[in-house]
């Protein structure tokens, strides 16, 4: 099957995480994406240069200093194949850009990344703030996802799926704005509904929707359908401590694979960045059969 965006061409100057997130998915998509860098490059790729390495796969990445009259008609010359310009810079940086009206005459949709919108869209943030404004953070840890950043990718690529649609329709200056703290506000929504908030139903309310200590790690227990928490309560407790007392008598390796065999949501809790492989908890369920 072809692709859904095959043909379409992506340039972006978007660079951290939430540009480059959506332009890897887009790449997914079809689309040829190129990556238009500053001379010293994207800083993901100085922090996490796995990641970022990934996420240029089968992109082609052009080093351009767009303030440089050469580079900008090289930048220039990029555009006029384009179908969209994905950037992620705040709004002032892209006026001095002057690049809006350009677009508008080569009918090249712009799709932008902003951290803030309206009085505070000149307001500087990242992942960390708009979280912190939306109430998903339990001081004074920090957060292990940027939420924030990868919701606001994933609306990114919706956006530009919607300019891209409009453009087939015959409007020009196709212009969409993905805002980042909206972002982190829908992202919140299960605290501020009162579903995930400590304490809540699904922050701690139910024995059977948690995480217990084993005989030698962690697992995630999310026994919310009745029968699931009745099957749970057979086999292993009902009560918080009837949980917490069995669930540390075996090891992990038990555990899930007694969660497999009952049919139960239950699995091992991974350790950060050590992610659990599908092989490996069939290797160690295979061993507890």
Do not use: C
Not at 187 to 209: F, M, N, Q
């Amino acid at each position: 099957m072809p692709h859904p965006l095959s043909g379409i061409v992506v340039v972006s100057v978007a660079i951290n995480l939430p540009g480059p997130l959506a332009a890897s998915r887009l790449t997914e998509l079809g689309a040829t994406v190129i990556k238009v860098e500053p001379p010293q490059g994207d800083p993901l790729g100085s922090v996490a240069p796995h990641w970022y390495e990934e996420l240029i796969t089968g992109q082609d990445v052009v080093p351009l200093d767009l303030k440089d009259p050469s580079s900008r008609s090289t930048f220039e010359e990029l555009l006029a194949d384009a179908d969209v310009l994905l950037t992620s810079m705040r709004p002032s940086a892209l006026a001095r850009l002057d690049l809006v009206e350009m677009l508008k005459t080569r009918g090249v949709a712009l799709v932008e990344i902003v951290g803030h919108d309206g009085a505070r869209a000149e307001q500087p943030g990242h992942d960390l703030t708009y979280q912190a404004e939306h109430g998903t953070l339990l001081p004074p840890d920090l957060p292990l996802v940027p939420v924030a950043d990868i919701l606001g990718s994933e609306r990114a690529v919706v956006a530009t799926l919607s300019a891209l649609r409009q453009r087939e329709q015959g409007l020009q200056g196709v212009h969409e704005r993905v805002v980042l703290e909206e972002a982190a506000h829908a992202a919140a929504a299960g605290v501020r509904h009162g579903l995930t908030s400590p304490g809540a139903v699904l922050g701690g309310a139910i024995p059977a929707y948690g995480m217990y200590a084993t005989a030698d790690g962690f697992v995630a227990v999310a026994a919310v359908e009745p029968h699931f928490a009745e099957r749970l309560a057979r086999l292993i407790g009902g009560t918080r401590e009837e949980l917490t007392r069995a669930f540390a008598t075996q090891s992990t390796a038990y555990w899930t694979a007694l969660g497999q065999k009952q049919d139960l949501p239950l699995a091992a809790v991974a350790a950060p960045g050590e992610p659990l492989t599908i092989s490996a908890v069939a290797s160690a369920t295979a061993g507890q059969e």
